[in-house]
């Protein structure tokens, strides 16, 4: 167990639906990270905080909009996505103060939409 | 702007055989570089993690080397197991933390 965990694992929506996905980290850290990860692509960073201030937001659309209300919770609130944006959405979690620290990730939420 | 590249896309072996796997990136200018394995359908697990002083890392059947000058990675797996099926991405970590991650090499190693 890494210590982030995410809900829900799976997620089917049709495009006119509102949903959030969630992360928790138990870690104790400081930075909180959402990535999407499309079949056969690398994985992209879409959005990062740092002491629950966003520091970087890698030109995604509005309909992705997220929410980081204390540093141990991160949401990703979702509406009117498209089929495209079906994917694995990961969650990460770094403590920040050293560059050598690793980011421990998520298991992922599944995210299909219809 | 950096980019990371591994090849193969995925590789079979049999049980027993060591593995080879690559990453090369475009811009030598990094500050770290971690391996990381990812099951199906789950999250990253860390493997190895390199500074862009030291040449390689090892820990267990895993060795990973570094080249910064020819911005290359290697990543060996000795007498690969089943267990070791999984998918394989390599990061790169410049100086302010961002890590840039390839698409990963899926290997299955059968019995």
């Known amino acids: 167990e890494t210590g982030v965990t995410q809900t829900p694992r799976h997620l089917v929506m049709g495009m006119t639906n509102k949903k959030s996905l969630k992360c928790e980290q138990h870690?104790?850290?400081?930075?909180m990270y959402w990535y999407k990860q499309s079949a056969k692509k690398p994985l992209e960073l879409m959005f990062v905080?740092?002491?629950?201030?966003?520091?970087e937001n890698n030109s995604v659309p509005s309909r992705f909009s997220p929410e980081c209300p204390n540093s141990s919770h991160l949401f990703l609130h979702l509406h009117t996505l498209q089929p495209e944006d079906s994917a694995l959405y990961l969650c990460?979690?770094?403590?920040?103060?050293?560059?050598?620290?690793?980011?421990?990730f998520g298991p992922g939420t599944r995210l299909t939409v219809l | 702007k950096q980019e990371v590249t591994q090849i193969p896309a995925a590789l079979s072996v049999p049980e027993g055989e060591n593995l080879v796997l690559n990453c090369s990136f475009t811009d030598s200018a990094i500050y770290n570089l971690q391996w990381f394995r990812q099951d199906p359908g789950k999250g990253l697990t860390s493997l190895l993690l390199?500074?862009?002083?030291?040449r390689e890392q090892t820990s267990g059947r895993l060795n990973a080397s570094l080249d910064k000058s020819s911005g290359r990675s290697t990543l060996y797996i000795a007498a690969s197991q089943p267990g070791d099926s999984a998918t394989y991405l390599c990061a790169v970590i410049d100086s302010w933390g961002k890590f840039q991650f390839g698409a990963g090499t899926q290997v299955v190693v059968t019995p």
């Open positions: 870690l104790g850290h400081n930075a």
């Open positions: 905080y740092n002491f629950k201030e966003q520091t």
């Open positions: 390199i500074q862009s002083s030291q």
């Open positions: 990460a979690s770094r403590a920040g103060g050293v560059i050598t620290d690793t980011q421990y």
